[in-house]
């Protein structure tokens, strides 16, 4: 399932190859976040032409619309959505604490269990409940390659009290959906299980022996990215990443720059997601090359140092210095539009707050995000 094919004599970073049931990804990746089926603005024929092979969607909003049983009926979520890659969905657990969390009068909607947890959902207020063994359940209806046990996702700063409980519970959870899923026969998907701990050493290394020891296909680093610094996330992975199983893919949630990215693949890490492309897009912040970008960006990417990031820049395209720019969007991409518009057009786009506008600059954006992740694997071959 999860081949390493080669690590650095430099630092942690490694190349892999992780096999689905839909294809073979070359490691490290990133992910194109799809949350209802969809990347904002971009179609699965887009996806396609970036070259990714993975887009990532969310347990949680397919559950509640248009419902995991419809997405079956209909001939699971590939044919749903026209994608015939890989498909990882979360577990829905971070959104059920964020999303479904509090009404307008501030009110917990949520009520977790040992069982699992009861929330409201934000569309309708409907109640749901949710347990490891229909997470999964929900996740392999959909038809998707890589599932992800539920967990708890902690906010920082958190009382490492609350993180304890909360690491107990996720571990719970993890061997309920394991047990669950050593029963199920005939195709299912690969499981990944979410190591917890906030920035507690302890907590976290505990979380991770409790998951390893029950062998999952995969391993995601969940709970940063969700208030603390960068130099706080590089000194979790420092000491958790070299303890993760060696033969399994590791997956920084939600993470991040490029800068981030970059240090978590120094590091060890394979896999990543972030709605930060399509995000930025749409307001107007465009991901482009610095001058020498690729040269800089492989000197950062064996270098002890922390990257700073110069290897990129983010224009703004609102900004009036473009208006009259005659330049094309980017040069060298795959996509006519982007090869064939001019800058001062998208500027004016931004300026009359036409759709298209977002829709250009977060294919910029995406087309940057997996260029860079080419480029990480071109330099470590």
Known sequence: MFKLIKK?????????????????????????????????YISS???????????????????????????????????FMDWNGSILTDSGGFQVFSLAGKNAKGQNLVKLTEEGVQFSSHIDGSKHFLT???CYDIQRALGVDIAVC???????????????????LTSSWAKRAKDHYQKIKGAKPLLFAVVQGGLEKDLRLKSLSDLSALDFDGYNIGGLSVGESPIEMY????????EMPADKPRYLMGVGYPENIIEAVKRGVDMFDCVIPTREGRHGRVFAWAKNGEIKLAKTLFSSKISTGDFYEILNYKNAKFATDKSPIS?????????????????????????????????QNLEFYLELMSAIRHSLR
């Open 331 to 363: 040069a060298q991409s795959k996509f006519v539009e982007l090869r064939n518009y001019s800058k001062a057009y998208l500027h004016y786009l931004f300026k009359v707050e036409e759709p298209m506008s977002a829709r250009l600059a977060s294919l």
């Open 132 to 134: 490891p063994e229909s």
């Open 235 to 242: 000194k979790v992975l420092d000491y958790l990443v070299p």
């Open 8 to 40: 650095s004599n430099k630092n942690d970073a490694r190349l892999g190859k992780l096999t689905t049931a839909h294809g073979v990804l070359a490691t490290p990746f990133f992910m194109p976040v799809g949350t209802r089926a969809a990347v904002k």
């Open 150 to 168: 539920l967990d708890e996702c902690v906010a920082l700063p958190a009382k490492r009290e609350y993180v304890a409980k909360s690491v107990e």
């Open 45 to 79: 024929e887009d996806i396609r032409k970036l070259g990714s092979k993975i887009v990532l969607s969310n347990t949680y909003h397919l559950m509640l619309k248009p419902g995991e049983q419809l997405i079956k009926k209909l001939g699971g979520l590939h044919k």
